[in-house]
């Protein structure tokens, strides 16, 4: 599967063989994660070579149609922007998929500031609505991820912590062909601090997440 955050329009005629890749993720207050700004990386030289990535994005993926049979977006985690991506990354891995960047740039997005977003009246996801009651959804969708990743102390933590949907657990859960411990290695995330790793060595070495394909 290819997956990566695209650039901005506006590098639309960039020439420099570079690729957008996601090298880390960010552990937030609230125990969700989220991924951090794709950065600039050389391009492999073999053609037939790619750069593996535990991070799933939204921005672009790219994959056969049996992805969305076999590990479905979770319907129940409504409200979800934090976390989305994430239970998405841990969820392909564990049934046996294997993510990589795109050796090159096919589709671009039109990112927007908070400026931006004001004077054109560009409207977004968390512009509008009643967030009294969005915030109570979005939480109990947060206590749903945090179980399938298996963060009991961070639920037990919340004042309703028992109040968690468990509906189709199996079906929009974790897979059986690999642990999640082995995901929480390759994405570089240690609970016990907490902190993620970094896993690019310096902006131009990414020889360590080459994959060769035949």
Same mark, same amino acid.
């Given at each position: 599967?290819?997956?990566t955050y695209p650039r901005h329009v506006t590098n639309v005629k960039d020439q420099s063989g570079n690729i957008p890749y996601i090298c880390g993720i960010e552990v937030l207050a609230d125990g969700m994660y989220r991924n951090k700004q794709a950065i600039e990386m050389? &391009?492999?030289?073999? =053609?037939?070579a790619f750069y593996?990535?535990?991070f799933w994005a939204?921005?672009?993926?790219?994959s056969r149609g049996h992805r969305v049979r076999n590990v479905p977006n979770d319907k129940y985690l409504e409200f979800i922007f934090n976390g989305e991506e994430t239970d998405l990354s841990m969820r392909l891995f564990t049934h046996g998929y294997d993510l990589f960047t795109p050796r090159t740039i096919q589709v671009w997005h039109y990112y927007t500031s908070n400026k931006e977003n004001k004077d054109k009246g560009i409207k977004k996801f968390w512009s509008a609505g009643d967030w &009294?009651?969005?915030? =109570?959804?979005?939480?109990?969708?947060i206590r749903r991820f945090l179980t399938k990743m298996h963060r009991a102390d961070k639920i037990a933590q919340n004042a309703e912590a028992?109040?968690?949907n468990?509906?189709?657990?199996?079906?929009?859960?974790?897979?059986?062909?690999?642990?999640?411990?082995?995901w929480y290695t390759l994405a570089g995330l240690d609970f016990q601090k907490p902190v993620t790793k970094e896993r690019c060595k310096t902006s131009s070495d990414l020889s360590h997440l080459l994959h060769e394909t035949s």
């Open positions: 599967m290819l997956t050389k &391009a492999p030289k073999s =053609k037939t593996r990535t535990p939204a921005g672009l993926a790219f &009294a009651f969005r915030r =109570k959804v979005e939480s109990r969708a028992n109040n968690i468990n509906q189709e657990l199996q079906k929009y859960g974790l897979g059986k062909k690999r642990s999640l411990e082995e």
